[in-house]
């Protein structure tokens, strides 16, 4: 018969070695794309600053190697943890935002950090993953039947709502406009008809004349750039300008390594966070460019892949939600500095400087990590796993 410490001893052992196991059934392949796009961003910010680590890529690299810690240690955590938490993490990220308004640091005209002295803290961020986590719980185990009726809907379009309306009064546009578009597509995948997306579309468009009154009036002159570039080319239209200057001088192959004028000669403002994909465009060119949305386009395939093998609902939705999201990190960059939408403020994913934007990236990647690892266990409506 075994003594209490030898039970207490084997437990422990069956714990280290699931830990094992689930370290090594990560997807090393997925953590290597995402290091091989970092690595771009590192090289972008040595150049940024003219050939050099500081201030910026060094910083960015160790923020990655932290980043990469935490993906591992989500990833390993069982699934089920992060069901029953995930409305816990979405109170939190309200505190947060919350607290945003009432003693937040103001940068650029807007009051969107928390400085805790080591890194400024960006809750709006935090608050994209611990969204998706909610929804993904609410929507976990509901059927279509559940799923169509309007009252059903109600909770989870308050959850959306909430943290759009504190992050609209920073002003920060851009994320509350991924929040809703990611959103929107956890409830397409929980299996909302189109038809009431189409009712919420109508009816966001019959108030925009409402909506216009409200905006701020940088954000006004943004739009009335992106339909007019060539109107204040030296004033608010000076960003989109410069950019697609640099993005038209770097042709097929670019100019060269560090060999970028536009960037060089600090024409092109915020290189090294919102315009770093037209300074990297310029240097290496079209080609250059195409490889980089490659790699992006190969994660994000992994990425869904993932979720859509998993057997659970809350690991489908919550992968399906966090490919989704970073989709919109790139699409809505890359698309911005091209001219194609209004200038923003949305940073390329893994390549930008920042802090809040690569650790919560990073910490979303481990989620899909830990969908992955967990791919084959079905999880109940109460969270415990069915055979």
Not at 46 to 64: C, D, N, T
Request: with cysteine; hydrophobic share 50%.
């Amino acid at each position: 018969m075994m003594r209490p410490t030898q039970r207490l001893s084997s437990r422990l052992n069956r714990t280290e070695m699931n830990w094992r196991e689930k370290l090594w059934h990560i997807n090393w392949t997925l953590i290597a794309l995402l290091a091989a796009i970092a690595s771009v961003g590192f090289l972008n910010l040595y150049s940024a600053a003219g050939g050099s680590l500081e201030p910026w890529a060094v910083k960015q690299m160790i923020r990655f190697g932290l980043g990469i810690c935490i993906l591992i240690g989500v990833a390993v955590i069982d699934l089920r943890v992060w069901m029953r938490h995930a409305y816990l993490l979405y109170l939190v990220s309200m505190v947060l935002l919350v607290l945003v308004e009432v003693k937040g640091t103001i940068g650029m005209g807007a009051q969107r950090w928390i400085d805790l002295g080591f890194i400024q803290l960006q809750p709006s961020e935090i608050m994209k993953i611990a969204l998706i986590l909610s929804l993904a719980r609410y929507f976990h185990g509901a059927t279509l039947q559940d799923v169509g009726r309007p009252v059903f809907l109600l909770p989870p379009l308050a959850m959306v709502l909430a943290p759009v309306g504190l992050v609209l009064k920073q002003p920060d546009l851009g994320t509350a406009m991924m929040l809703l578009m990611s959103s929107g597509a956890i409830f397409f995948m929980a299996g909302v008809r189109l038809w009431k997306f189409g009712v919420l579309i109508g009816a966001g468009l019959g108030a925009i004349p409402v909506a216009w009154q409200f905006l701020h009036d940088y954000q006004k002159k943004r739009v009335m750039i992106f339909l007019s570039p060539d109107s204040d080319p030296l004033g608010a239209g000076y960003h989109i300008t410069q950019s697609k200057i640099a993005l038209g001088s770097g042709g097929v192959f670019g100019k060269g390594y560090m060999m970028g004028t536009q960037s060089g000669l600090n024409f092109l403002p915020e290189k090294q966070t919102d315009f770093i994909f037209t300074m990297f465009a310029e240097e290496w060119g079209m080609m250059g460019g195409l490889f980089l949305l490659g790699l992006y386009v190969l994660l994000i395939a992994y990425g869904y892949a993932i979720a859509l093998r998993c057997r659970s609902q809350f690991g489908r939705l919550v992968g399906l939600g966090i490919t989704t999201t970073f989709f919109l990190y790139f699409f809505i960059n890359t698309a911005m500095v091209m001219g194609l939408v209004p200038v923003v403020g949305v940073p390329l994913p893994l390549i930008s400087y920042g802090g809040t934007a690569m650790l919560s990236l990073l910490f979303g990647w481990g989620l899909v990590m830990s969908t992955y690892i967990h791919r084959d266990h079905p999880i109940g409506r109460r969270g415990s796993y069915e055979d």
